[in-house]
């Protein structure tokens, strides 16, 4: 491992830069019960165990580290926690629940430290496993009034307005700060929440502790702090991705930490950047590097530092949540958009300036440089990196447009220009690369692991996205997909070959067909929709000559689907993807389109549907996607 710094090892001998294995503080609370030990082989002398802390610097309960605690570890070496050495930020815990556990709910940051001077609390259970029925209560079923929870509470039927959950062992939840909630019996749980231990009790059926008594509730603050409204579930858990030693999951990020569930099947690699890493074994074994792990172990790893694990398991792996922000920038020949999007996806800000291609680059590019620097003064953020989305054949592993027509651009380092002028790293790729990648990031293609972005504009252009990860091909150069032939001999394309994709399914193409129809058939209502001028004639005219009954609308329309399903065919056939996406303005046609295209693509499909269906809609981000997915790309490779 490398220090925190980033200068190699420190001196021998000394534990300050060293990965941390840590012991957990075991508590017993009267609702819990004794799978802990069973599970990870907590002991607690015959008693029970309610919840074993494994990453705490929390003064009710110092995880161990060494020959010390991880607090006394911290306090000597406060940036291993991050650059800036901030208060360590979580608390992380197991919790066995043999017992409904209380109604109750925590507060935010401004009233824990105002009335507690403490954290507030926002945390996320992981289920580890879940008797058959067990479930958890997470806010309101429905919008609810103080006065109506008050009443509940005095009555003993507070249960009813809340929202019950049924859950499974691998769910995952994020409990926000003001949320009511309670974990519910036969629950065993990970729970990952900011470093607090402030509690506001609401209902506890009146049971009372080990001095007989019953135990305190706090209403009155906690009504204080309460979210009336409905339960609105923003975990934001992801799909699980394929990467090098197995496959990641995001399980949720919030305003204080980040999850992610790790399926260890071989070598995963990894530098931390500006966070520590809380590594919490929950099933399996293998090493740490070199040093041997076995489920219920935890590690805490500095920031800064690689680590290395191997073997076959089940890993949580938690760091500080720091939003990073991004610049993405989406290059035409006559405009250039650019936009500050956060790691979330949310833009922030964005604007446009014409591109003036006559000019030299440099120039073109200080303009950039210069608008990305106004934007994020504007969304009041620091910049991390930047993406490019440019037409043309984009060498994106050196920076540079090979060759663009767009703009009579040949050979230019952009990347470099940016970079230079920025100080920040720059990356590029094909804008129809971008675009899907925006899709794929924050777009109609969110939910998709795999998905084709299928553009119907001047051209046909697209973007692949293969397992969370854009496909480019060789040098880049890949991707292509409106130039595969769909008809031999066919119409002359506009790169010299016959026949291609992009000679039938395009806009243009679609407004070529329509003029021929409307040529042949003077009766035709197309007529009447132009005004009798043929140069009129957009992507819209057969579809509403079709909708007014017109028979040569209606073979235009048909036989254009059917062009648009022999290249979506082929697409589906070569990388079965989840989803298709399809852009453009033909796309506004809706189910006039889609539901005869679909109905004609599962007819051709090799193999038909059934056995890997595959999703047709519409994309989402309209003009946003080139810059969502530029600054995505800047995200992807400034962490890789």
């Known amino acids: 491992m490398k220090s925190v710094n980033g200068g190699g090892r420190k001196e021998a001998g000394r534990e300050e830069d060293k990965m941390k294995k840590l012991t957990p503080v075991l508590k017993d609370y009267l609702w819990g019960g004794y799978k802990l030990k069973g599970m990870f082989g907590r002991d607690n002398g015959g008693k029970k165990i309610s919840e074993s802390w494994e990453v705490s610097v929390h003064p009710d309960g110092f995880s161990g580290a060494g020959d010390g605690t991880l607090a006394e570890y911290l306090a000597k070496n406060p940036q291993a926690v991050d650059r800036e050495g901030s208060p360590f930020p979580v608390l ?48 309101f079923r429905r919008d609810t009034t103080k006065e109506e929870f008050l009443a509940k ?71 204080d702090v309460i979210n009336f409204k409905a339960f609105r579930d923003e975990t934001g858990t ?33 530098k931390n950047g500006d966070s520590f890493t809380a590594v919490n074994v929950l099933d399996g074994a293998g090493s740490i590097d070199g040093q041997p792990f076995e489920k219920g172990d935890s590690f805490f790893i500095p920031c800064g530092e690689e680590y290395i694990l191997e073997g076959c398991a ?101 990347c470099g220009e940016i970079s230079a002028r920025l100080g920040l790293p720059t990356y590029i790729t094909n804008d129809a690369n971008a675009a899907a990648l ?26 692949i996205v293969l397992d969370g990860k854009l496909f480019e091909g060789n040098k880049s150069a890949g991707a292509e997909i409106g130039h595969s032939v769909i008809r031999m001999g066919g119409e002359k394309c506009t ?18 067909q329509t003029k021929k129809a409307m040529e042949r058939d003077k ?49 589906i056939n070569e990388f079965r993807p989840q989803a298709i996406l399809l852009g453009g303005g033909v796309c506004a046609e809706g189910d006039a389109l889609l539901v005869p295209l679909k109905k004609q693509v599962d007819k051709d499909l090799f193999g038909g549907v059934e056995y890997a269906p595959v999703e047709i809609c519409t994309a989402s981000l309209g003009n946003d996607a080139g810059l969502c997915g530029a600054a995505r790309l800047a995200a992807v490779r400034s962490a890789e």
Request: glycine content about 12%; proline content about 2%.
């Open 92 to 139: 992380i815990k197991y919790i066995d629940a043999a017992q409904n556990l209380s109604v109750q709910v925590h507060p935010d940051d401004e009233y824990a430290r105002r009335v507690e001077n403490d954290n507030g609390k926002t945390e996320m259970w992981y289920i580890l496993s879940a008797d058959e029925g067990a479930g958890i209560y997470c806010g």
């Open 314 to 414: 089940k890993i949580i792996l938690s760091t500080e949540n720091r939003t990073g922000y991004y610049a993405g920038i989406d290059l035409g020949g006559t405009f250039i958009k650019c936009g500050i999007v956060s790691e979330d996806g949310k833009i922030l800000a964005k604007d446009k300036i014409p591109t003036g291609k006559e000019r030299d680059y440099r120039e073109i590019a200080a303009d950039m440089a210069n608008l990305v620097k106004k934007l994020a003064a504007r969304a009041g953020v620091t910049v991390k990196a930047v993406g490019i989305g440019s037409p043309g054949t984009i060498d994106s592993k050196n920076g540079v447009i090979v060759y663009s027509n767009n703009i009579a651009w040949k050979d230019v380092p952009l």
């Open 495 to 512: 790169c010299g070959r016959r026949g291609c994709f992009e000679a039938y399914a395009s806009a243009t193409a679609l407004i070529r």
């Open 438 to 463: 925006g899709e794929h990031f924050c777009g109609a293609g969110k939910k998709y692991s795999s998905l084709i972005l299928v553009t119907l504009g001047t051209g046909v252009g697209g973007g």
């Open 153 to 223: 509470v005095a009555d003993g039927t507070v249960e009813e307005l809340l929202n019950f959950i049924p859950v499974k062992a691998g769910d995952c939840y994020l409990i926000k700060a003001g949320t009511v909630h309670a974990i519910g019996a036969g629950c065993v749980i990970c729970e990952v929440q900011q470093s607090s231990n402030v509690t506001y009790r609401v209902y506890d059926y009146n049971r009372r502790g080990a001095d007989g008594k019953l135990r305190p509730l706090h209403v009155e603050k906690a009504v």
């Open 523 to 571: 009766n035709s209502k197309m007529w009447q929709l132009v005004g009798g001028d043929i140069e009129k004639v957009d992507g819209k005219t057969a579809f509403d000559g079709m909708r007014a009954g017109d028979g040569a609308a209606k073979r235009v329309v048909k036989k254009y689907i059917a062009y648009l399903a022999e290249g979506i065919c082929n697409l």
């Open 238 to 270: 992801g799909l699980p991705e394929n990467i090098e030693g197995g496959k990641i999951r995001l399980l949720t990020k919030c305003d204080y930490f980040r999850c992610r569930e790790l399926t260890l099947q071989g070598r995963f690699r990894e």
